[in-house]
């Protein structure tokens, strides 16, 4: 199975900071890749499809990119709703695999 | 709208069976494929299984192949998951969740999970 590593696993930031998060696939996935973002007791919601389509109704401050083996997810200006737990899940092929996660606070 | 709302979570004793559904609105549920993922406590998202939208192509996680099956009622448009030999593991929020389309490219819609706890 195809591994997928996060980076960072955590990360404090403030409003309006830059925030980038990475995911790096144990073998090439072509552009099969895709963001969710979490918040606690709630169901993941797509940020991100294809590695950087952006999903319907998501703010355009959320950006990925990348191909093969490594991607980001970039938040341009943080806002106080984006607070939450993300992670990147291949679609390349199957089993698919998500992403260990990783938790943005506030600092 | 466009709504998946699952069912059938509860307490069950390690070695035993539980069914979990999925019923889905609001949209064509027979031209979707569907998934399975669970998350248990504290920790993160693992992927379970999915299924062709009609219904002929399964995969598994190999953590749950042989033990449970994912299967669907298109004139239903309900998805199920049958969860048999279920260890204290398997112990998680199970949601449901629809590819964005027939080419896969991501789960657009997820439900709001049902959780299964696996304990003597």
């Known amino acids: 199975a195809i591994q997928m590593t996060q980076s960072p696993s955590s990360l404090s930031a403030s409003v309006g900071d830059r925030v980038t998060i990475t995911c790096r696939a144990s073998?090439?996935?072509?552009?099969?890749l895709g963001w969710y973002q979490q918040k606690p007791g709630k169901a993941p919601k797509l940020l991100i499809y294809?590695?950087?389509n952006l999903q319907s109704g998501v703010p355009s401050r959320f950006s990925g990119s990348g191909s093969g083996t490594d991607f980001t997810l970039t938040i341009s200006s943080l806002q106080p709703e984006d607070f939450a737990t993300y992670y990147c899940?291949?679609?390349?092929?199957?089993?698919?695999?998500f992403g260990q996660g990783t938790k943005v606070e506030i600092k | 709208q466009v709504q998946l709302v699952e069912s059938g979570g509860g307490v069950v004793q390690p070695g035993r069976s539980l069914s979990a559904s999925c019923a889905a609105s609001g949209f064509t549920f027979r031209s979707y494929g569907m998934h399975w993922v669970r998350q248990a406590p504290g920790k993160g998202l693992e992927w379970v299984a999915v299924i062709s939208y009609d219904g002929n192509t399964k995969f598994y996680a190999d953590s749950v192949k042989g033990r449970f099956t994912i299967s669907r009622d298109n004139s239903k448009n309900t998805l199920y998951l049958q969860m048999n030999s279920l260890r204290p593991e398997d112990t998680a929020v199970y949601y449901c969740a629809r590819d964005r389309t027939p080419t896969e490219d991501g789960m657009d819609v997820w439900g709001q999970g049902t959780t299964v706890t696996v304990s003597s």
């Open positions: 073998q090439a996935i072509r552009n099969d």
């Open positions: 899940l291949h679609d390349y092929h199957y089993p698919r695999t």
């Open positions: 294809a590695a950087s």
